[in-house]
């Protein structure tokens, strides 16, 4: 048994039905069951409840072989820092009391920067929460930046006719696709050769910045000149509250976006310990397309 945690998620839903197609049983732990019907269908157990309650995750947790832990985002949170501390104790303490001996952590490109990266931080802060575990082999997989993200811009591409954001446009930066990460955490909990503490960097074939991702992009939806624009943090932070994000998330947002403008986070992935996954850009983007062509 392999119990997941985040099944709302990209990467969780992905992961749960590879787990499956091999003949794996699973669990998968989620806040809204209406959301999970495909992965129950597809044969997976379904656990319904907060992921800020440790006896609830150690309850479901306990006699599983291996653990996908995350901290689902809360972007609605009015203090998403402590939302993340609160969520990443009950995790440890789930862990503990279960008496799971492997877990694979989703963390972040960054991770090993304690501050100044926004939400990414509090990934840091998993991490070394996690770390004083004994007795626990724990894989902390820190991923580039999701691909996916850059589905959030299509409302304000079809509005605009340029693709805007918060980070520099020139900054060559790691991306990856989030079907890259889920098979990777496939392999990994099927395997189970992780041993102890050990951080694995997932990152896609190649760098790209922004204002190339933007003439990726633009050219599968028919905008081959599509530009990317860096816009006025406040206007950009409006907008993310008007459609449901917190100001202290959007805040958090603003620094984690510094941080890969002036590529601190870059800087801080390790070539020794990364991971290179397959997809390119190019290859995602007719994804980015079908999602382009939808209602916005």
Do not use: C, W
């Not at 019907?37 to 800020?52: F, Q």
């Not at 990443?88 to 990266?117: F, M, N, R, Y």
């Not at 994000?245 to 890969?260: G, H, I, K, R």
């Amino acid at each position: 048994m392999v119990v997941l945690m985040g099944a709302n998620g990209n990467i969780t839903s992905r992961l749960a039905k590879l787990l499956l197609g091999q003949g794996g049983k699973v669990r998968v732990i989620g806040r809204d069951a209406a959301h999970m019907k495909s992965l129950k269908e597809a044969g997976a157990e379904l656990a319904v409840g907060s992921a800020a309650d440790a006896a609830f995750l150690a309850q479901q947790f306990k006699g599983a072989d291996a653990v996908y832990a995350m901290i689902p985002p809360e972007y609605s949170s009015p203090d998403h820092r402590k939302y993340q501390n609160v969520v990443g104790e009950a995790i440890a303490q789930a862990i503990v009391k279960s008496g799971v001996t492997s877990v694979v952590s989703l963390s972040s490109g960054g991770a090993s920067l304690p501050d100044g990266t926004g939400p990414i931080a509090g990934l840091h802060d998993q991490e070394e929460r996690l770390k004083k575990l004994s007795g626990v082999n724990i894989l902390h997989l820190r991923a580039a930046y999701f691909m996916e993200n850059h589905l959030h811009a299509i409302g304000l591409i079809k509005a605009f006719g340029v693709y805007p954001g918060m980070i520099a446009p020139d900054v060559p930066m790691a991306m990856i696709a989030v079907q890259d990460i889920a098979a990777h955490a496939a392999k990994e909990l099927v395997q189970l050769t992780f041993k102890s503490q050990s951080v694995r960097h997932l990152v896609g074939p190649r760098e790209y910045t922004m204002s190339e991702a933007a003439g990726i992009l633009g050219a599968a939806i028919g905008k081959p000149d599509l530009k990317y624009v860096k816009g006025d943090p406040a206007q950009a932070k409006a907008g993310m509250v008007q459609s449901g994000f917190s100001q202290n998330v959007a805040d958090l947002f603003e620094e984690m976006s510094n941080a890969l403008s002036d590529g601190r986070i870059t800087r801080s992935i390790d070539a020794a310990s990364t991971i290179h996954t397959p997809t390119t850009l190019e290859q995602f983007a007719p994804v980015f397309k079908a999602a382009f062509a939808g209602p916005h």
